[in-house]
């Protein structure tokens, strides 16, 4: 089984500031990464995923996160936020032999303000 | 455009009726699709894995007979709160794995949102 730790229920920045959403692992075997955004009342949209390959992995809208085998993390980073990134950032976990059943992290909520 | 479509996005019922709650795949066939339930200010809650044409496998502590789910063709799942309760209330969402994709990528529904009265 796996399991993922969002240490940050919230993080609130200044436009324009970069950030950096932690996320942290735990599982026994080999697994794919991704990290979700949720705005509003709607439903996850993929930021960007870790499968294999290079461990810097780059998604939309400017974000990119880094696989870290020995520290088991895969955290979310942007070198300029804006307002419209305002949102839910979930980090999910799945083992490559069960694909397509995620773990969910506990979320981290971004707050860019002016 | 969207890949998955969630139907209704928002509905308000009365204590002790039934509510069904659609799931549709646009854009590709779907042989599975997963359900999964958030509360407020928490993470999503899976609840159980769609496979079309069998019966859906629920998570442990769902009840099956509470949370009924259809995947009768390979663009549509759905899911039924029958009886619904107050405690019910919560934010639906749905997935979608692509037919033969195996990358873990999964298409999420916008959700939908269930008030019980």
């Known amino acids: 089984a796996q399991s993922v730790t969002q240490l940050d229920s919230q993080v609130p920045v200044f436009e324009e500031a970069p950030v950096e959403l932690r996320c942290n692992y735990s599982s026994s075997v080999s697994v794919y990464l991704f990290w979700y955004v949720q705005y509003p009342n709607q439903g996850l949209q993929l930021l960007l995923k870790y499968l294999s390959g290079s461990t810097l992995v780059k998604g939309i809208n400017g974000f990119e996160a880094e696989f870290n085998k020995s520290q088991t993390s895969f955290h979310l980073r942007k070198p300029s936020v804006h307002i419209s990134d305002t949102a839910e950032y979930f980090c999910a976990v799945s083992d490559t032999g069960t694909a397509s059943k995620l773990t969910f992290g506990t979320g981290t909520r971004l707050q860019v303000t002016l | ?117």
């Not at chain 2, 854009?27 to 359900?35: R, Y």
């Not at chain 2, 609840?47 to 009768?72: C, P, R, W």
């Not at chain 2, 663009?75 to 979608?96: K, Q």
């Open chain 2, 1 to 117: 455009g969207a890949v998955v479509s969630q139907h209704p996005s928002r509905v308000i019922c009365k204590s002790g009726t039934s509510v069904k709650i659609e799931c549709r795949s646009l854009d590709f066939q779907a042989t599975t699709m997963f359900w999964y339930r958030q509360f407020p200010k928490k993470s999503l809650m899976l609840m159980a894995t769609s496979n079309e044409g069998s019966k859906a496998t629920y998570e442990q502590g769902v009840e099956k007979d509470k949370f009924l789910i259809n995947h009768a063709s390979l663009t549509l799942s759905t899911l039924t709160v029958t009886s619904a309760h107050p405690e019910d209330s919560s934010f639906y969402i749905c997935s979608v794995k692509a037919y033969s994709q195996n990358t873990g990528e999964l298409f999420f529904g916008e959700g939908s949102r269930l008030t019980v009265l």
